[in-house]
């Protein structure tokens, strides 16, 4: 997968994508991530990415010029992943990112994440340059930075070889609508705390069936909406 992210503030990703899983899966040539600074493309002497809003109002908006100049650039540069490009916009007027979401954007070769600031972007980005709009969750943050890492790093690590155990992703919390089960590690007593006996019994198929009804319980304690809906 490649992923190109558009923003104007390129400095926060470096701390990001360069440490843990995320760092091994470019290391691995799973994913390939660009960042680019949008300022780079706009034709103002002053660099200017931004515009008083048509009607008056707080604050100032996204100009088009500059961000049609960069996803257009950057598609004319990956002319073979196209069918499989798509440009997201991060706003927080998107479909709301859930795993099931994440599982789809994951199959895609190549994304282009576009991220606002200000009061947002002029509609015509929207309408006519994005193929899809994400948010984050019900609330606002400053800018889309912080929700294009959110995004990358929730696909990357769904990508095929990136997690060193592919069953992390079988038995994790969203799988067939439940949480994960309560995990523990050594020591089997801490602080008079024992670990439920079923996991040092050694059965696998106790160990299962605990785990099972452990996932269904803190579902229904946690997130029942999980378990009437599904994620
Ligand atoms: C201050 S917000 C603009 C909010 C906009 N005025 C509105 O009410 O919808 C600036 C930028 O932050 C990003 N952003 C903020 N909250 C977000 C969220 N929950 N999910 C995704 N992106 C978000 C978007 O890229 C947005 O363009």
Known sequence: MRIDIITIFPKMFAPVLNESIIKRAQGKRKVQIYIHNLRDYSTDKHKKIDDRP?????GMVMRPEPIFSAVETLKSKTKDLIPKTKVILLTPQGKTLTQRLAKKLSKYKHLILICGHYEGIDERVRRYLVDEEVSIGDYVLTGGELPAMVLADCLIRLLPGVLGDKNSLNFESFEGNLLEY???????????????????????????????????????????DLLKKGC
Do not use: C, D, M
């Not at 801490?190 to 803190?218: D, M, T, Y």
């Open 54 to 58: 048509f009607g008056g109002g707080a």
């Open 182 to 224: 309560p995990q523990y590690t050594r020591p089997a007593e801490f602080k008079g705390l024992p670990v439920p006996k079923e996991l040092l019994s050694g059965n696998h198929k106790k160990i299962e069936i605990w785990r099972k009804k452990e996932a269904l319980k803190r579902t229904k304690q946690k997130r029942p």
